[in-house]
């Protein structure tokens, strides 16, 4: 079956600096990577997402871009603010798999004010 | 619409008590999908139905976990009977596949605490 990894497990930055998170996915069959936020108490949110038909995607601040060939995709996030402040799931799935999605591990994103 | 609705949003039991949670996916929505979450096992799928037709069991823990749809809005997800180490958040989440969205969209959770 799938496995995803993520990287890194946290991440401490300066409020306004960037923020980088790294998966990778080990079925090249994937075609669907999604990214959520999950703040205290609350569900995970989705905040983005790609398909492998593309290699990269923007929305505002927020920008994930994808290599198939090396099966890694990250997350990218600009001008850093306070309210980024929480843990981030990137995840992958392949359409005949049921809609499955396979979770990484989570990463935890601190943004210093 | 409200999202997905998951009742109660705490629970306390004692070991050996029956437990059961709930879900209302989104309308509309045909894949649900329960899941739970701990710090040291992260995010787990324990199992997933497409049109209220149970498709993947495989992440249940044990027999003493099961989950039913009896129809398209709602779904429970039971322990019984329950233990300390079943103490997480159980996450429930639902998705439509129609024009390609995989998108899960994830209630509140359930954090359940078993004494």
């Known amino acids: 079956g799938e496995n995803v990894e993520q990287h890194p497990s946290t991440l401490s930055v300066q409020e306004g600096d960037s923020a980088v998170i790294k998966c990778t996915y080990s079925?090249?069959?994937?075609?669907?990577f999604p990214w959520y936020k999950q703040e205290l108490g609350k569900g995970p949110q989705l905040i983005i997402d790609?398909?492998?038909?593309?290699g990269e995607k923007k929305d505002q601040r927020i920008a994930v871009t994808l290599n198939k060939t090396a099966k890694h995709f990250s997350l990218h996030i600009t001008e850093t603010q306070p309210e980024d402040s929480a843990v981030y799931f990137c995840?992958?799935?392949?359409?005949?798999?049921?809609?499955?999605?396979?979770f990484g591990g989570g990463t935890r994103l601190m943004v210093k004010p | 619409d409200a999202g997905v609705i998951q009742s109660p949003r705490h629970e306390v039991t004692e070991m050996g008590q029956e437990v059961t949670l709930r879900c209302k996916p989104i309308?509309?929505?045909?894949?649900l999908f329960w899941y739970r979450q701990t710090m040291m096992r992260g995010l787990e799928l324990l199992i997933y139905?497409?049109?209220?037709?149970?498709?993947?069991d495989s992440g249940m823990p044990e027999d003493r976990f099961s989950a039913k749809m009896p129809n398209a809005s709602f779904s429970t997800l039971k322990i019984q009977p329950s233990e300390p180490r079943d103490s997480a958040v159980y996450f429930c989440?639902?998705?439509?596949?129609?024009?390609?969205?995989?998108?899960?969209?994830f209630g509140p959770g359930t954090r359940l605490l078993v004494l």
């Open positions: 989440a639902s998705s439509a596949l129609a024009g390609g969205q995989e998108t899960q969209y």
């Open positions: 079925d090249s069959a994937s075609n669907y």
């Open positions: 790609i398909r492998s038909n593309v």
């Open positions: 995840a992958a799935s392949r359409n005949n798999a049921g809609n499955m999605l396979t």
């Open positions: 309308s509309g929505h045909d894949y």
């Open positions: 139905f497409n049109n209220n037709v149970p498709i993947d």
